[in-house]
Every structure is written in structure tokens, then in C-alpha cells.
């Protein structure tokens, strides 16, 4: 059976092939290997050319390629993030380059670029995959860089860049490498600073906020062809602007570090008033406190971003939006006097979040003073709002929904105490 | 006189036949006799708390068939079972699953069904019985409605992960590394419904099952297969082809069953001039009115979704007559949606609803229990899905009854004349080849990006390295220095592979009648142009429904209730295209050829016709674009010589009508249901500048039909001709060339199509 199935598919597989070179070929197949290459191994044609060294582990290699930014900073401060990173262990910054989008098996990390601060300099060592075949060699010299206790830090690694490396882990059937701490920079970047760049991409984050200006830098989408160029028999000098936009990621991610570490936990605490951070910064701090259940982190920075607000702001939604995190954050905290006063003060200014603050205040009217009758007019100020909004065409309807069982529910109580009212006099 | 009584079936049965018009109609009437259950021991080996649960179940013991998959299981055979529908195939699935969980919790089962119903039915079952054994069962279903937060948990501990084709092999097996839990304590692999997985479908999921045994491989588990099958004429063959793996075929039923009656109807020709003969519906709404009244749990198989509507509705305005459990009887089809399927088929389960019309959607395994009667209003199509009809009439101790009214088509006509065909002929075989260039090295550039190939390595049978040479030479794969074959592409293989070629796209249907409009049900985009398009009257359980606008870029049709005397048919205009011929030979004065085809079909008008006459009330246009079907065809085109001497408009009607005839030749031939197939003649094809008829695959993408009939074309046009000339009509009718009620000045088209494939009579000495 095998021979005949064989025979079939050898014969299926010759008619395919003649009606497929019966018309051009589309692609141009790079036959021919690069003779010098041969000669030298991949590994050290790319040491050399790119001016790096070899580490081998049994028959397999990698290139690493080694640089040193000078980079002083103070990341003392870096304890007290959201995701509070600790000083005296090591930070590992990792940035990846691959052949391709998503984590499955079929995808390859080539590159994998680690940095680390050594007293005031930054260095950067790049692990660059010669040959497919050698993978087991970028896997044990990756492993021997991220120590237990280390702090990974990386834009989008949670999702991406880890995942996939353990993912590689495991098709050669061993453990990823265990660490300490992964702390993505992606969400607390878009935390942050979105409000006041295109986008939240590393690029657009570094340009903005840490002033970086990148020349000819390689755009990413083109970074897979040029490895499988490089495959086919390509020039190691391919790899010159991949190293370089591999290498300048990692960098940011330093320089992000540095920046909060310096610039934006200060600024929380008000000791450094420095024009870099801006209040929405802060507020976006605050939020993504909150998130981590931080609530007196939270508050002190939407404190200290109300205080930074100017006293001729004109953007009394944004005022209105950090007075709702405040509140929030005081309830969350249990001070329910000032919460509910905070509240108080955002319904009665009437902007955006008016409505939730009603719904608000007519809980705590109804559960912590018990007055379902004055929670009721709270709640239907609240609808009068919703209904203001939705006849304005900017329906809410997560409010409307909440009234829609809160109002009839107060109604009924409101009712019922009325009436024992009536009855007791 | 009471009109509704309960009574017994075989009473009923008595009755029917004893009517005049019924009993003549009557070609055959076979008593299959009662069945004994086989019984066989629960194996001492199975866990105590899992025998606890088949006695609380009411099951001492387990049927034969059970007990022999669970001893060659154990024995480390691979199996397929094969037994009749409702005879406990999944526990012969269930019980070893479970026992290899009771042994070892951390052993884990992969179920694969072909669609996300059955998926669900099977999952309640196995979780059923889990919970009757006292054990922690993980089971659950991973496919695309399947919420993210579940998904971690079922790839990190689900015991049993149910699935289907599709999802293991663009969503699973390329995500491998994140299923390594799975795959490092897989032990059984479960195939179910296996006759469904043939033809090009089949095709592809014999190579995921590749795949899927090199995963395997590569985690170091080599799990045990359990293939679950209807009825099929091959199915050693299709359990190897299809697992690629030697299989036992365990098919000794122990299952008990009542007395049957298969009784096959004719109705009488009407018109012996014309042929024209009644539809199947009128005697098949009898037969199911009598046995509806005795309160006898019927099902009615009509053929299309409009023949389902149709009975429905006068069975309906029957049982209207002395107060009868109309609204125990229920239309049951594609379109309608999910939820409401599932409230059907509970029930059917449970008896709450009495009476189904249904079209072949309940077919595949879908769990109803078992019913009193089974009624066919017209044939099937196959022998295979006849008797999976007719095998939802079968109770376990009392008399069950299938009835088959066959309809005015000439397949009907040649089972309802030999229906010996039917009793003897051996059930159809499912065909499938893996080995289709296309498909395996589509499947060969996915299994390459989930695991680089060792060299020499095989992928089914034998090596793949000269397959994978040939991807190297487009670029995607390479051999690197260590002899292996890597991906080395950005592509993500997997996501260019459909497994069912057909694109999932539907078209929505939304009743604004309502306050608040909501979508009743959804049509397949390529039938959207006939069944929804603006004026139609669209039914849906047996409501009427007029569409006001089809949104054609929004995939959406808006209608509204209406209460009207008629139906809307559309006619298609049908053109093709030759891609790529996969092979051709000379035959005589003809050229046989089959190949990759674009069917282009274009809903021209539609005809209002009146519901109980069918006589045409009017016609409107339909503006909507082209829908365009990539399929297989099989065609025959004339060389100049063999249509010397021959008129032009001669010749087209001798095209037509020997299309016909070889298409109904075809069916049987291949017994292929007949809607698999489109005939499509051209006088003069303008990619072949000759005359050429061909019959196309309807399924996308075809199921080999094609290439069967390419090896069969001799039989084909011998078979043809003697039909045509065979027939008794005069100058053509339905179950020959078609009607041929045309001016009698003109030759007759049977004339003209028996002319043409004599023409071609050497063929006829090679058959």
C-alpha cells in the first residue's frame, strides 16, 4: 500500500509540476548560496559582518551582537508603579523581532534583544538566530540571561513576546526560563499618555514623551522578509536596520523607566513640578492605580492633578472626570462622608458624569442614610439627565438601564415608608 | 365518529393499505421482524462507580457491539463502529473514555463531530453519565462560540475536549504549544458521524488527522481512535483511509428492535401522453394523517425547504378538522434557528410534539429518540440516506412503520418500479482521497508550519520529501543545513485552508412585522438569490412571509408576515467556466474531461404559483448579482465529426435532453443525490468552441463525483441511451430527456437525445 500510494503521489505531484512550470515562475527562487558563507558558518559570517561574537552549544550557534547607550538614572522610585518593579533585583528589558504576527508554532522569535542597566550605562546584547536548526543554542543562552529574580520588562510582551518564547519552549520540550516579575509598559503607556499622542505605539510613545527622534529607522512590517532573505543565502549586512530598530525598542523601554521613575512618581507626590508631566498623566496614573486596587495611590494623584490643573482651564469635562475617580477612589477607601460629598459636587455641576453621579449619591442615600425618599430625587435627577442626554441624541444607556430597576425599586420602598409614616402618626 | 383515537401502529398501518387508491399504489411491503437485544456483560475491568452508573441507567448489561469496541480498545485496536442510528454507538466511545479517566484522571479525550449541534447533544451525555458515576468530569465543547475566559481552562485541564474539524485544525493544532497538556495525555481520539467525512471534506480531514498524529507524536502520546459510522458500504476502508490506520470494524448491532414494515407507494400516472405524474406530497400527507390521528409519533422527509413549508401547512389544515394536535406538529429544517431546533427536538424526546416535517437537516445524528412512523415523501436520493430516514421509525419492542412515497423524478420512478434496489443493493461507499495534490500539500504547508520534518519522514503513507521539495521551490518551506524541512514564510497556512471549501457567509432573515424586528432565520448565500430575493413569499414554519428588500451588501433580508394563495419559484440562469482540466481522454468522436469549474448562477424571474394547482398567477424580475460556485465537473464535448449533418436547433434540444438523461444516469450510477448534481449544455461552449454538456458538482468545491463519472463514462452514456430509449413516454417526459410538449412539427426531443448518444455508439461496444 505504501509503495502504491506513493507511486500515486509521485505521479500527481509530476502533473502539478508540469502545469506549473508551464507558466512563469512568480517567484524568483534564490538557488544559489553566498560560497564564502559556507565556508564560514552562518553564525560567524553574521559575527563578523555585523561585529559581534559566537556562543555555541553542541553543533548549533548564535551571533550576539553587543552595545552599551549611556543612560544614568535613579530607578528608586520604580517600587512605588502600579506594578511596583524592585530596584535591587535585576531589570531585563526585552523586546523581540520574528517572522510573523501571533503566537503559533509556525512563528520564530530570530531576535531577541535584552537590556540591562550597568551603573550608568545600558547595555544591550542581541541574540541573533543564524539558522533554524539553531534554535536550541538561542534558547539556552536566552535562558542564562533571565535569572529567577528577574523583571522583565517589555512593550506588549505579556501578549506577545513571552508567550511566544515559551511557546518555542515547549516545541523543543523544555521549560521556559522562570522569572520574578513581567511588568508590560503597554498599558500604563496608554494609561498615561495616550490622551495626547496618535496612538500608543512604542514609536509614537518614545517620540512624544521621551523625545526620541529615530532616523531611516526600518519599518516593522518589512523585518520577516529580510530574515528570510537572509535564509535564502542573503548579505549578514540585511541585518544592519534590523539590529538597529531592535535595538532603539529596547532603549525606549529604558528610557520609559527612567522617565517614571524620575519624572512621573515625583510629580505624584508634587515634589518635582517639572512641565514633562501633565495632569492627565497623573490621572491616568491614578486610574491605573485604582485598577490594581490602590485606591490611596490613586487618590493622591488625582489630587495632586486637580491641584496641576490651571486655574483658566477651560475643560471642565476633564475636571469632571477626575472628580468622579476621586470620588470613586474615597469610597473605595471607605471615607463614605467625602465620597459622597465628592459626588455631590460632580452632580451638581451638571457636566458629563452628572448622571452617574446622581446614581451615586441616591445609593448612598438609600443604603448608608436610609432615606429612600430623598435617594428617589436623587435618582430622578439622575433620569431627567439620562433623558436630557438621550433626547440630545448621546443616549447612556448603561445608566438607563440602571434606573430602569433602581427607579421603580425606590418608588416602592419610598412608598412603603410614606405610608408607615402615615400610620405611625 | 371520533376522527382522533389512539391506536396502534400496526392497526393504523392495516387501515391505510386497506384503502383502494392506497393499496394500489403499493409496489412493496417487507416486514423486517423483531430483533432480539444481544446482550453481553459489563467487562469486569470497567470501574465500579461507571458500572454504578449504566445499572442506574436501567443497563445490567451492555448491548454486543459495545462490549466488543470497548475488549478491541483495550486490546489496542483502532475501531469504527458501525451500526444502525439509535443503537447506542456513543457509548461505545463514552464508556472507554471515561474508564481511561477513572483509571487515570489525568488522561484526556478528543471528540471531533462535523457540526456544533451534535457536539452539544454528546457533550450532555458523556457529562450525564460523568455525574450518575460520581466522577469530577472536565468536559466541554471548544469551537467558536466558546467565551475566552473557558478557553485557558479547557486547554489546561479539560478531560474532554469536544470539537469539530475545522477548529482542531485552524485553531488547535497550529496553537499546539498551548494544548501541550492535551496532547502529552491524549488517549483517545473520537471521529463520530465518520460517513459524513467524504468527498472533499473528507479529504481535508483525513490530512488534519495527520497532522494531528504528528502532534501527537511529537508530545509523545499515541492515542486510540474510535470512528463512529452509519451505515456504509466500505467502511474498513473508510476508517483506514480516513485515520490512516489499520481499523476493526465492529458492526455485530446487539441493539433489540421491533417488527418494521417498509412499505413503498407509487402514485399513479396521471397522463400517459405526457408522463406527468402526481408529487409524492398527497399520499405521503395521508399516510402521516392516519398515523398523526392514532397519536402515533410520525416524521415526515420532504426534499427541499418549500416541500417541507407546503405539508406542513395542509397537514396543519387537516388536523384542523375535529380539533387535532396541530400544534403538536412541528417544520423542522436548515433555516430555522438553533434554539429553536433544540426546543423540536426535546420534544420529540420527550412526546410533547407528536408530528415533524422535516427536510434532511435532521438526518446526521441528531438525538430525537425514536419514532412510531417515518413518512418519505419523495426518494431520498441514496440508498444510505434513505435508510437513515427511515431508521427514525424504530421502537426498541413495539411495531414501527417506514413508508417511502416515491415522487415523479426518475430516480423515483426506477427505485419505486425496482424496489429490490432498495432491499439489495449494498449501501453507498464514501469516498474520499486524502492523496488529492491540492489538499495534501495544502495540509502538508500547515503540518510543516506546526513542526519542521525530519527528512525521509512520512506524512499518510509515505515520505514527503519530494512534496516538500516542491514547496521549497515556491518559497514557503526550506530545507536548512540539518536536512530538515522549516516554515519560512510570514503566512499563517492554516487560515488558507477551508476545510468545507464553502465560505461560511449567510444571508439573515429579519421579520419587521413585530415591534422590535428579529431574525427568524438564515439562508446560504448561494441559494440567498432564489429563496429571498424582493417579492418572494419565504415560509418559515409554514408562516408566510413576503420579503420587502434584500440588502444584498448587508447579507440581510427584511419580511414581513402576509397571508397570501401562492408560492414564489425563481428560474437560474446557469453559465460555466473551465479553470483547469484534472483530466481528459478521446472517445470516439468526443472528448471526456474533468476538471475545476466556475459556475456562475443568475436568478433571472420568478413565477407566483397557486398553492394547491400550481397553476402560474404571474411572474416578476429578480435584479440581484451573480453568486459564483468554484466546483468539479465532468464534461463531454463533440469533435466537428460527430455532428455532421446536424441542424443547430436540433442539436441544442438533443443537448438538453441527453443532459438530462445522463444526469439521472449519473445519480444512479454513483447513487449520488440527485441535487449534487447541475446539468449545464451548451451548443457551442465559448471556451471550447464545440458542442459540451456538462454536469457539474453543486456541493463547492465538489465531492468527487466528477472524477468518478470521468472513469465511468462509458457505463454513463450506455446507461443513458438505454434509458431514453427505454422510456414509454412518446416524445419525452420528466423521467427522460424532459417534458416534450412541444409543436409537433418539430422532432422530438427523445428522438433527437437517443440520436446524438447513438451517434456515439462505438462507446457503447467499449462499455
Known amino acids: 500500500m505504501d509503495q502504491a500510494t506513493g507511486a500515486i503521489r509521485a505521479h500527481r505531484l509530476d502533473r502539478l509540476r508540469d502545469r506549473v512550470r508551464a507558466e512563469p515562475p512568480t517567484t524568483p527562487i534564490v538557488a544559489t548560496r553566498v560560497t564564502a558563507l559556507r565556508?564560514?558558518?552562518?553564525?560567524?559570517?553574521?559575527?563578523?559582518?555585523?561585529?559581534?561574537?559566537?556562543?555555541?552549544?553542541?553543533?548549533?550557534?548564535?551571533?550576539?551582537?553587543?552595545?552599551?547607550?549611556?543612560?544614568?538614572?535613579?530607578?528608586?522610585?520604580?517600587?512605588?508603579?502600579?506594578?511596583?518593579?524592585?530596584?535591587?533585583?535585576?531589570?531585563?528589558?526585552?523586546?523581540?523581532e520574528t517572522t510573523g504576527l501571533g503566537t503559533a508554532a509556525g512563528t520564530l522569535p530570530f531576535l531577541v534583544a535584552l537590556g540591562r542597566w550597568q551603573a550608568d550605562e545600558f547595555v544591550?546584547?542581541?541574540?541573533?538566530?543564524?539558522?533554524?536548526?539553531?534554535?536550541?543554542?538561542?534558547?539556552?543562552?536566552?535562558?542564562?540571561?533571565?535569572?529567577?529574580?528577574?523583571?522583565?520588562?517589555s512593550y506588549n510582551g505579556r501578549a506577545f513576546d513571552w508567550p511566544l518564547i515559551v511557546s518555542r519552549y515547549r516545541l523543543h520540550g523544555r521549560p521556559a526560563p522562570d522569572h520574578a516579575a513581567h511588568l508590560d509598559l503597554l498599558g500604563l503607556a496608554r494609561q498615561l499618555w495616550r490622551h495626547r499622542l496618535p496612538d500608543a505605539r512604542l514609536a509614537s510613545v518614545e517620540a512624544g514623551v521621551g523625545g526620541v527622534r529615530r532616523h531611516g529607522d526600518l519599518p516593522g512590517a518589512l523585518i520577516p522578509e529580510r530574515y528570510f532573505q537572509w535564509l535564502r543565502g542573503g548579505d549578514a549586512s540585511l541585518f544592519t536596520d534590523v539590529l538597529e530598530h531592535n535595538r532603539q525598542d529596547v532603549v525606549s523601554l529604558a528610557l520609559l523607566l527612567r522617565i517614571l521613575s524620575q519624572d512621573v512618581l515625583p510629580e505624584r507626590d508634587g515634589r518635582a513640578a517639572m512641565g514633562a508631566v501633565q495632569p492627565q498623566d497623573l490621572a491616568g496614573l491614578g486610574r491605573q492605580y485604582a485598577r490594581r486596587g490602590r485606591p490611596d495611590d490613586a487618590l493622591a494623584c488625582f489630587d495632586r492633578a486637580l491641584e496641576r490643573l490651571?486655574?483658566?482651564?477651560?475643560?471642565?469635562?476633564?475636571?469632571?472626570?477626575?472628580?468622579?475617580?476621586?470620588?470613586?477612589?474615597?469610597?473605595?477607601?471607605?471615607?463614605?462622608?467625602?465620597?459622597?460629598?465628592?459626588?455631590?459636587?460632580?452632580?451638581?455641576?451638571?457636566?458629563?458624569?452628572?448622571?452617574?453621579?446622581w446614581i451615586a449619591v441616591a445609593k448612598s442615600l438609600e443604603h448608608v442614610a436610609r432615606d429612600p425618599v430623598a435617594a428617589l430625587g436623587a435618582a430622578r435627577r439622575a433620569d431627567a439627565l439620562a433623558f436630557r442626554s438621550r433626547f440630545l441624541g448621546r443616549p447612556q444607556p448603561q445608566i438607563e438601564r440602571d434606573l430602569a430597576r433602581r427607579l421603580p425599586r425606590l418608588i416602592r420602598t419610598a412608598r412603603a415608608r410614606s405610608l408607615r409614616a402615615a400610620s405611625a402618626a | 365518529?371520533?376522527?382522533?383515537?389512539?391506536?396502534?401502529?400496526?392497526?393504523?398501518?392495516?387501515?391505510?393499505?386497506?384503502?383502494?387508491?392506497?393499496?394500489?399504489?403499493?409496489?412493496?411491503?417487507?416486514?423486517?421482524?423483531?430483533?432480539?437485544?444481544?446482550?453481553?456483560?459489563?467487562?469486569?475491568?470497567?470501574?465500579?462507580?461507571?458500572?454504578?452508573?449504566?445499572?442506574?441507567?436501567?443497563?445490567?448489561?451492555?448491548?454486543?457491539?459495545?462490549?466488543?469496541?470497548?475488549?478491541?480498545?483495550?486490546?489496542?485496536?483502532?475501531?469504527?463502529?458501525?451500526?444502525?442510528?439509535?443503537?447506542?454507538?456513543?457509548?461505545?466511545?463514552?464508556?472507554?473514555?471515561?474508564?481511561?479517566?477513572?483509571?487515570?484522571?489525568?488522561?484526556?479525550?478528543?471528540?471531533?463531530?462535523?457540526?456544533?449541534?451534535?457536539?452539544?447533544d454528546q457533550l450532555a451525555e458523556v457529562r450525564e453519565l460523568g455525574d450518575r458515576a460520581g466522577m469530577q468530569l472536565q468536559a466541554d465543547v471548544y469551537d467558536g462560540d466558546t467565551p475566552a475566559p473557558l478557553r485557558g481552562r479547557i486547554r489546561a485541564?479539560?478531560?474532554?475536549?469536544?470539537?469539530n474539524p475545522d477548529m482542531l485544525h485552524a485553531a488547535i493544532l497550529p496553537h499546539h504549544t498551548a494544548w501541550f497538556q492535551l496532547f502529552e495525555q491524549l488517549r483517545y481520539v473520537v471521529v463520530d458521524e465518520a460517513h459524513s467525512y467524504r468527498g472533499i471534506f473528507g479529504s481535508h480531514v483525513a490530512n488534519v488527522l495527520r497532522r494531528?498524529?504528528?502532534?501527537?507524536?511529537?508530545?509523545?502520546?499515541?492515542?486510540?481512535?474510535?470512528?463512529?459510522?452509519?451505515?456504509?458500504?466500505?467502511?474498513?476502508?473508510?476508517?483506514?483511509?480516513?485515520?490512516?490506520?489499520?481499523?476493526?470494524?465492529?458492526?455485530?448491532?446487539?441493539?433489540?428492535?421491533?417488527?418494521?414494515?417498509?412499505?413503498?407507494?407509487?402514485?399513479?400516472?396521471?397522463d400517459r401522453r405526457t408522463g406527468a405524474r402526481p408529487g409524492p406530497s398527497g399520499l405521503a400527507r395521508r399516510s402521516a394523517l392516519a398515523f398523526l390521528r392514532a397519536e402515533r409519533q410520525t416524521i415526515v422527509f420532504g426534499r427541499s425547504r418549500v416541500q417541507v413549508e407546503l405539508l406542513l401547512t395542509t397537514l396543519r389544515e387537516q388536523l384542523r378538522e375535529g380539533r387535532g394536535p396541530l400544534d403538536r406538529v412541528r417544520g423542522y429544517r436548515g433555516g430555522y434557528l438553533p434554539s429553536e431546533r433544540r426546543a423540536i427536538e426535546a420534544g420529540l424526546r420527550t412526546g410533547d410534539i407528536l408530528g415533524v416535517v422535516s427536510t434532511s437537516a435532521l438526518e446526521l445524528g441528531i438525538d430525537i429518540g425514536r419514532l412510531d412512523v417515518a413518512v418519505l415523501a419523495g426518494y431520498p436520493g441514496t440508498i444510505s440516506g434513505t435508510w437513515q430516514q427511515m431508521g427514525r421509525a424504530g421502537r426498541r419492542q413495539d411495531v414501527s412503520v417506514a413508508i417511502l412515497v416515491a415522487g415523479a423524478g426518475s430516480l423515483d420512478r426506477y427505485v419505486a418500479s425496482h424496489p429490490d434496489y432498495l432491499f439489495e443493493a449494498s449501501a453507498e461507499e464514501a469516498r474520499l482521497d486524502p492523496e488529492n495534490i491540492h489538499v495534501l500539500l495544502a495540509h502538508l504547508r500547515a503540518a510543516t508550519f506546526e513542526l519542521p520534518f525530519e527528512p525521509g519522514e512520512r506524512f499518510g503513507a509515505s515520505s514527503a520529501d519530494d512534496l516538500l521539495a516542491f514547496l521549497a521551490e515556491e518559497g514557503h518551506v526550506r530545507q536548512a543545513d540539518d536536512l530538515r524541512w522549516y516554515w519560512a514564510s510570514e503566512n499563517f497556512p492554516a487560515s488558507e485552508i477551508s476545510l468545507r471549501v464553502a465560505a461560511p457567509e449567510n444571508v439573515l432573515i429579519i421579520d419587521t412585522g413585530p415591534a422590535r424586528p428579529r431574525v427568524i432565520g438564515e439562508v446560504d448565500l448561494f441559494s440567498a438569490p432564489t429563496l429571498v430575493h424582493e417579492d418572494a413569499i419565504y415560509l418559515h414554519?409554514?408562516?408566510?412571509?413576503?420579503?420587502?428588500?434584500?440588502?444584498?451588501?448587508?447579507?440581510?433580508?427584511?419580511?414581513?408576515?402576509?397571508?397570501?394563495?401562492?408560492?414564489?419559484?425563481?428560474?437560474?440562469?446557469?453559465?460555466?467556466?473551465?479553470?483547469?482540466?484534472?483530466?481528459?481522454?478521446?472517445?470516439?468522436?468526443?472528448?471526456?474531461?474533468?476538471?475545476?469549474?466556475?459556475?456562475?448562477?443568475?436568478?433571472?424571474?420568478?413565477?407566483?404559483?397557486?398553492?394547491?394547482?400550481?397553476?402560474?398567477?404571474?411572474w416578476g424580475r429578480i435584479h440581484l448579482p451573480e453568486t459564483e460556485l468554484h466546483s468539479t465537473a465532468w464534461w463531454l464535448s463533440l469533435s466537428p465529426a460527430a455532428t455532421v449533418g446536424w441542424v443547430r436547433d436540433d442539436l441544442d434540444r438533443a443537448l438538453v435532453g441527453a443532459g438530462r438523461a445522463l444526469r439521472t444516469v449519473a445519480c444512479l450510477l454513483l447513487m449520488s443525490d440527485p441535487h449534487d448534481l447541475g446539468v449545464v449544455a451548451q451548443v457551442r461552449s465559448p471556451h471550447l468552441g464545440r458542442p459540451v454538456v456538462y454536469l457539474w458538482e453543486t456541493v463547492p468545491g465538489g465531492v468527487g463525483l466528477a472524477s468518478r463519472l470521468f472513469e465511468r463514462t462509458p457505463e454513463l452514456l450506455s446507461a443513458a441511451t438505454d434509458l431514453i430509449e427505454g422510456c414509454d413516454c412518446e416524445r419525452g417526459c420528466p423521467a427522460c430527456v424532459g417534458p416534450g410538449a412541444e409543436l409537433a412539427t418539430l422532432a422530438s426531443p427523445r428522438e433527437l437525445a437517443a440520436r446524438l448518444l447513438r451517434s456515439l455508439g462505438d462507446v457503447r461496444v467499449a462499455a
Open chain 1, 39 to 96: 565556508d564560514l558558518g552562518r553564525a560567524e559570517t553574521l559575527a563578523r559582518v555585523l561585529g559581534g561574537h559566537v556562543v555555541r552549544c553542541g553543533s548549533a550557534a548564535i551571533a550576539i551582537v553587543e552595545s552599551r547607550t549611556r543612560l544614568p538614572a535613579d530607578l528608586g522610585r520604580l517600587r512605588d508603579l502600579p506594578d511596583p518593579l524592585r530596584p535591587d533585583q535585576p531589570i531585563v528589558c526585552l523586546d523581540t
Open chain 1, 124 to 153: 544591550v546584547r542581541q541574540l541573533l538566530l543564524p539558522d533554524q536548526p539553531d534554535e536550541p543554542a538561542m534558547l539556552d543562552v536566552l535562558e542564562r540571561h533571565i535569572p529567577p529574580d528577574a523583571q522583565l520588562v
Open chain 1, 310 to 357: 490651571p486655574p483658566t482651564w477651560r475643560d471642565r469635562d476633564l475636571q469632571d472626570t477626575i472628580n468622579a475617580d476621586r470620588a470613586r477612589a474615597l469610597g473605595r477607601l471607605g471615607r463614605r462622608l467625602e465620597a459622597v460629598s465628592a459626588w455631590e459636587a460632580v452632580a451638581l455641576e451638571g457636566g458629563p458624569m452628572a448622571p452617574i453621579a
Open chain 2, 1 to 120: 365518529m371520533r376522527i382522533h383515537q389512539p391506536q396502534p401502529t400496526a392497526e393504523v398501518l392495516r387501515g391505510l393499505l386497506a384503502q383502494p387508491d392506497v393499496s394500489a399504489a403499493v409496489t412493496a411491503h417487507r416486514v423486517l421482524p423483531a430483533r432480539a437485544a444481544q446482550l453481553a456483560p459489563i467487562p469486569g475491568w470497567i470501574d465500579p462507580r461507571l458500572r454504578g452508573a449504566l445499572e442506574d441507567r436501567g443497563m445490567p448489561a451492555l448491548y454486543r457491539h459495545q462490549v466488543d469496541a470497548l475488549e478491541a480498545l483495550r486490546g489496542g485496536e483502532d475501531i469504527l463502529v458501525s451500526t444502525p442510528t439509535a443503537s447506542g454507538k456513543s457509548l461505545c466511545y463514552h464508556l472507554p473514555v471515561l474508564q481511561a479517566i477513572a483509571e487515570d484522571p489525568s488522561a484526556r479525550a478528543l471528540y471531533l463531530f462535523p457540526t456544533k449541534a451534535l457536539s452539544r
Open chain 2, 157 to 163: 485541564a479539560g478531560q474532554i475536549v469536544v470539537t
Open chain 2, 212 to 270: 494531528l498524529a504528528r502532534i501527537c507524536a511529537h508530545y509523545g502520546s499515541t492515542p486510540r481512535i474510535v470512528c463512529c459510522s452509519a451505515t456504509v458500504g466500505n467502511p474498513e476502508a473508510l476508517g483506514r483511509t480516513l485515520t490512516g490506520r489499520p481499523v476493526r470494524v465492529i458492526d455485530r448491532n446487539g441493539a433489540p428492535s421491533g417488527e418494521r414494515h417498509v412499505v413503498v407507494l407509487d402514485p399513479p400516472v396521471m
Open chain 2, 541 to 618: 414554519e409554514s408562516r408566510q412571509y413576503h420579503v420587502d428588500r434584500l440588502d444584498w451588501d448587508e447579507r440581510k433580508a427584511y419580511v414581513r408576515p402576509v397571508d397570501v394563495d401562492h408560492y414564489t419559484q425563481a428560474e437560474l440562469a446557469v453559465t460555466l467556466k473551465p479553470l483547469d482540466i484534472f483530466d481528459e481522454a478521446a472517445l470516439g468522436d468526443a472528448t471526456r474531461s474533468h476538471g475545476e469549474v466556475m459556475v456562475s448562477s443568475l436568478a433571472t424571474i420568478y413565477k407566483k404559483l397557486k398553492m394547491d394547482t400550481h397553476e402560474n398567477l404571474g
